[in-house]
C-alpha cells in the first residue's frame, strides 16, 4: 500500500499505541498534520512548543507511556530543546517529531532551517534525520524502542519536508533486529555473584539505609522495594524524583535526603554503614559535598545504565540492570539466605525472622539503629510557625491542600522554593503521584505537564504547586487547557520574589537583592486567569486557604487558579549550603546547626 512519508508517519504513531500528542503546525511540518485530520491520536494544540514538550513529560511521568510532541523546523524545534534537556536529565521517555527544510536546502541557511539533530546529540539518548520516506516506520519504531528501553530518556525524529511528500510502500518492522540499532543492548539482568554479595553485605550490616531514586519508579519496582524493606527491616529515604515510590506513612520510611531533605533522612545517610542505591545518581543535591559524603559507609550500586556506576562515587558492590529485576533476584537470594517473608513481622522495625542455621541467622539486630533515627525524627521534625491572623505561610498552604484533596492526587511542582515545600510537607504514599523537573530544574515546568499529566489520567486530581516566577514563564498553556476543557489546577505561592534565588541572596550574599523582586499584584494573577478560560480565586490570609481550596476543588470544568499570598521572607529549612557536607545541616531559622 502506497501512502505518502507524512501518512506513513502518523500510520507509525499510531501503530506504536500513541493515543495523544502535544504540538503547533508550522511550514516545515505542515505535511504531516494533513493526515492527523483522519488519525484516531489525539492531537493537544499548545501556545509554545516548549510547553509541548513539558506536556508530553507530565504525560510520561504520570502514566509511564512515552510523550509524543510534534513540532516545526528552526524556532519550532529550538522551542522544544528546554524539555529534551529535561526529559534527558530525569530519564523521562519521550518521542519528538520536528520537520525540516526540504532535503536539498539543508545547509544553505534556508528560511526556518536549523540543525536540531546536531543540537540535540548531547540531550537525547539518540536522534534520527530521516533522508527516505521508506526508513520512516523503522525510525519510528526504533524511536520508541529506544526511549523506552534501558536507561529511558528523550528522542527526536528530524524529518525533511520533502520526505514527508515522498511516496513509499508501507510496512512495519516486526523484530528488534529489523530496527538497525547496531551495539544498542541494554542490561537488564543482574550479575548473579554481585546479588549474592550484596545480600552478604546487607545481612552484615548494622546502620543500613535503602537510598532509593527515580529509577525505582522508571523500572517499576515499588513493591519490590516494599517487599526488600518490610523483609529486612531497613530504613528508606526517597529522593526528590522517587518521591512516592516508598509510601510516605510508612513505619519504615524517613522521607527525602538532600539539599532540602529532613534531618533524620539526611543523617541517616551521613551515619550509614550500608547504603543500597537503587536507580539513583548520587546527585550532588543529596550527597553536598562529595568527599564528606556517608564516610563509613560501603555502598550496594543498582543502575540500569553502567555509566552511573562508579560515576560518583564507587562502589563496593555495583549491579547494572533494571532495579525491579536486580530487587527480585535480590529477593530470591534473601530467602535463600533464610530471610523470608514472615506476614507476622511485616510492619517490624527489624524485618522478617530469619530461619535458624541459615547465613541470616547472625545478622546483627537493627533495633539500636532504630532507635537512633525514631530519636533525630522525634528531635528534628520538619516544622513551621503560622500566627494567627499573620502573614500566610506556604507550609499551611501545602498540608491545607494535601488534606482537602483525594489521596491519590497528582501533584505537579515547578522549581525552587515551592518545589521544595510541595515535596517536603504533602504525603506521598501512592507512586506516580509527583511530577517535577529534578535535574534540569526547569522554571515553568509545573502548568503544562499538570496537562499532559491530567490528559494521561483524566480520573485523577491534578493540582499544580507554582511559584510565580514560575507561572509566568509558561502560563499561557491554561489557554490549551481552557480549549481543551482539561480541568487541572494551578496553586501560586505568590511570595513576589524569585525566592529561591531571593533566599541565597539573603543567606550567602549579605541580603543584596538583585534582580529578584516581582511584584505581587503585577500581573494580577486572578484577572490573568479568567482571561485564559479559567476560574481565578485569591487567598491572602490563613482563614481564606481552606475557603479557597474547596472551592478549587469543587469545580471540575474548566482549569482554576489560586492566588495564595505568602509570606515574601519565608524560607526552606531545612537547607545544606551548597558545597558544605552534610554534617553542616541547618535545621532552624534562627540558622542553628543540628549535630547527631
Known sequence: MKMTGAQALIKSLETQGVEVMFGLPGGAILPVYDPIIGSS??????????????????YAMATGRPGVAIVT????????????????????????????????AIGTDAFQECDITGVTMGITKHNWLVTDAAEIPRTVAAAFYVA?????????????????????????????????????????EGDPAQVRRAVELLLAAQRPVIYAGGGV??????????????RTGMPVVTTLMARGAFPDSHPLCLGMPGMHGNYTAVTAMQRADLLVALGAR?????????????????????????????????????????????????????????????????????????????PAANRPSLSPWWAVLRRWQQEFPLTYHQEPGGLLKPQLVVETLRDLSPDDTIVV????????????WWRFDYPYTWINSGGAGTMGFAVPASIGAKVGRPDRTVWAIDGDGCFQMTAQELVTAAAEQIPVKVAILNNAYLGMVRQWQEMFYAERYSEVYLSPDLPDYVKWAEA?????????????????IEKANAIDDRPVVVDFRIDAFEKVFPMVPAGASNDDIVVAPQGREAKP
Not at 527526536?156 to 543492548?185: C, F, H
Request: charge should be negative; hydrophobic fraction near 40%; glycine fraction near 10%.
Open 41 to 58: 491520536i489525539r492531537h493537544i494544540l499548545v501556545r509554545h512548543e516548549q510547553g509541548a514538550g513539558h506536556m508530553a513529560e507530565g
Open 532 to 548: 485564559m478560560g479559567c476560574v481565578g480565586i485569591r487567598a491572602e490570609s490563613p482563614e481564606e486557604v481552606t475557603p479557597a
Open 282 to 358: 548520587f546527585d550532588d543535591r543529596v550527597t553536598g559535598k562529595v568527599a564528606a559524603f556517608a564516610p563509613e559507609a560501603k555502598v550496594i550500586h543498582v543502575d540500569i545504565d553502567p555509566a552511573e556506576l562508579g560515576k560518583v562515587r564507587r562502589p563496593d558492590v555495583a549491579i547494572a540492570g533494571d532495579c525491579n529485576v536486580v530487587l527480585e533476584a535480590m529477593l530470591e537470594a534473601l530467602d535463600a539466605a533464610g530471610l523470608g517473608h514472615d506476614e507476622r513481622c511485616r510492619w517490624s522495625d527489624v524485618g522478617a525472622l530469619p530461619r535458624p542455621g541459615t
Open 217 to 230: 519508579l522508571k523500572s517499576r519496582a515499588t513493591d519490590a522495594l516494599r517487599e526488600l524493606a518490610e
Open 73 to 104: 523546523s528552526g524556532p519550532g524545534a529550538t522551542n522544544v530543546v528546554t524539555p529534551l534537556s529535561n526529559a534527558y536529565m530525569d530519564s523521562t521517555p519521550l518521542v519528538v517529531v520536528s520537520g525540516q527544510v526540504a532535503t536539498a
Open 413 to 424: 511542582g515547578g522549581v525552587g522554593q515551592h518545589q521544595m515545600w510541595a515535596s517536603q
Open 148 to 188: 523506552t528501553t534501558g536507561r529511558p530518556g528523550p528522542v527526536l525524529i528530524d524529518v525533511p519536508k520533502d520526505v514527508s511528500n515522498a511516496l513509499m510502500e508501507w510496512y512495519w518492522p516486526q523484530t528488534v533486529e529489523d530496527l538497525d540499532l547496531p551495539g544498542y543492548r541494554p542490561v537488564t
